[in-house]
């Protein structure tokens, strides 16, 4: 062989080897225990839906998922072991708008940067923020709720599971658009939140469905509106906002799996696909739907453009009502 054609020939090894290798890396992973991080408590709607994502996973590679809950400061410690931890696939975050957009519009002096170090990967599901009150409260519907606030000529006041939560955001969004005077009692924990407003400790509470449900169901609190531009299946005889006269107002709670940013385009995309499949199938629609959630899946490109655009939205709303907090606060 000619030396020419030799050189040639290793010109264009040193080109495929590397790329070879990169391939196989995609193909190979993953090979040991994948960890799936949730910022927050078991039993939230970020903690059940997590559970169903390491099942998919497991089930797909046959590779054990781990869950950890770190809850704290509204989901960024959680994120920030995620944004520290190395770009390879085996450090996972089941997060959505409450951890990973809200904290960055409304947290000031936070030590990493959230949109830019955590990567979106799939989305699994959204769910309704339904308005809640004490059993016994005069009002039925969203109309009587506001004119008997306002008659009162008194704060109303609303709880959340923690400052920058999306339940905190929705009442805020609640407030701008009704000219209540809105004082906020957050609370460590969701159950917290729903035990209070059914013991009339609270006016109101906007709440996700999963954990608000069964309270619902065993008639401990009343169900004045969801928040969706649709009825819930799982309430179909609650209205939206919408429906009582709040046009536009339509928000969801939304949840993904994401990723250190800089992780491999292969595994991203092995990701992305095992997750989108198994979202979209009908078992696991369904195992959603019983959790309170409804599907909605989004692949790892479709998923980024979204959270872009949410943060754009709640961060006008966050401006809007002055809502700002430092880093480290309660």
């Not at 790329?19 to 709607?45: C, E, F, W």
């Not at 059940?48 to 400061?73: H, M």
Request: some cysteine; overall charge positive.
């Amino acid at each position: 062989m000619e030396r020419r054609s030799l050189l040639k020939l290793l010109a264009a090894g040193a080109v495929c080897v590397p790329y070879n290798r990169l391939m196989a890396k995609g193909q190979d992973y993953p090979t040991h225990t994948i960890h799936m991080l949730v910022g927050s408590t078991p039993g939230s709607a970020t903690d059940l839906a997590s559970r169903l994502a390491a099942e998919i996973l497991q089930n797909k590679y046959e590779q054990t998922v781990v869950v950890e809950n770190k809850p704290g400061a509204g989901g960024v410690i959680c994120m920030i072991d995620v944004a520290k931890a190395a770009p390879d696939g085996y450090t996972l975050q089941l997060g959505g708008l409450g951890h990973n957009v809200i904290p960055p519009v409304t947290r000031t002096g936070l030590p990493i940067d959230i949109p830019n170090q955590i990567m979106a990967i799939a989305q699994a599901a959204e769910f309704v923020n339904v308005l809640v009150v004490r059993k016994n409260h005069p009002a039925n519907n969203l109309q009587e709720f506001i004119d008997y606030q306002k008659n009162r000529k008194k704060r109303v006041l609303y709880g959340s599971n923690g400052i920058g939560s999306s339940s905190h955001m929705t009442s805020e969004l609640f407030g701008i658009r009704t000219g209540l005077n809105l004082e906020h009692v957050p609370y460590k924990a969701a159950s917290d939140a729903l035990i209070g407003t059914a013991n009339g400790d609270l006016d109101l509470l906007f709440m996700n469905m999963p954990p608000t449900l069964p309270i619902i169901q065993t008639g401990q609190l009343k169900a004045l509106a969801v928040t969706s531009s649709y009825r819930a299946r799982q309430l179909p005889d609650v209205p939206t906002m919408q429906e009582q006269g709040m046009s536009d107002f339509d928000v969801t709670s939304w949840l993904g799996v994401y990723a250190p940013a800089g992780l491999a385009p292969e595994i991203v995309q092995n990701l992305s696909d095992t997750l989108v499949e198994g979202f979209g199938s009908q078992k696991y629609k369904q195992k959603f739907i019983n959790a309170g959630f409804e599907p909605k899946v989004r692949n790892a490109k479709e998923f980024a453009e979204f959270n872009q655009a949410e943060l754009k939205r709640w961060g006008d709303v966050a401006k809007k009502a002055g809502v700002s907090l430092p880093y480290g606060k309660a």
